[in-house]
């Protein structure tokens, strides 16, 4: 069974700065990619950003530059940098993992964390 723990959220002004982790724990896997996607109120849920085992990263086109997702594989675990906050940056982040089990591909996600951006 595959556990992912969530930290980081929480409410900061616009412009200010948050750092959200997620650490997988569980039985062996293989890490295909991990990632967060965030769903603000009456929205569907939707990318924030992603990082492969290999290390690339995708960004949707509304946080790009202002945030940034990097690993510690031999914690695996995930971070996302988040600056120059927006109000509409608002949401619960959700963190997502990829993995292998024997070549059979799961997909798992976080309880979330709410982010509010406010003045």
């Known amino acids: 069974q595959v556990q992912l723990v969530e930290s980081g959220g929480g409410l900061v002004q616009p412009g200010g700065s948050l750092r959200l982790s997620c650490a997988a724990s569980?039985?062996?896997?293989?890490?295909?990619?991990m990632g967060w996607y965030r769903q603000a109120p009456g929205k569907q849920r939707e990318l924030a950003a992603t990082?492969?085992?290999?290390?690339?990263?995708n960004y949707a086109a509304s946080v790009k530059d202002r945030f940034a997702i990097s690993r510690d594989n031999a914690k695996n675990t995930v971070y996302l940098q988040m600056n120059s906050l927006k109000l509409e940056d608002t949401a619960v982040y959700y963190c997502?993992?990829?993995?292998?089990?024997?070549?059979?591909?799961?997909?798992?996600w976080g309880q979330g964390t709410q982010v509010t951006v406010s003045s």
């Open positions: 997502n993992l990829q993995i292998a089990v024997a070549t059979m591909p799961y997909n798992y």
């Open positions: 990082i492969t085992s290999n290390g690339i990263t």
């Open positions: 569980g039985s062996r896997f293989s890490i295909l990619a």
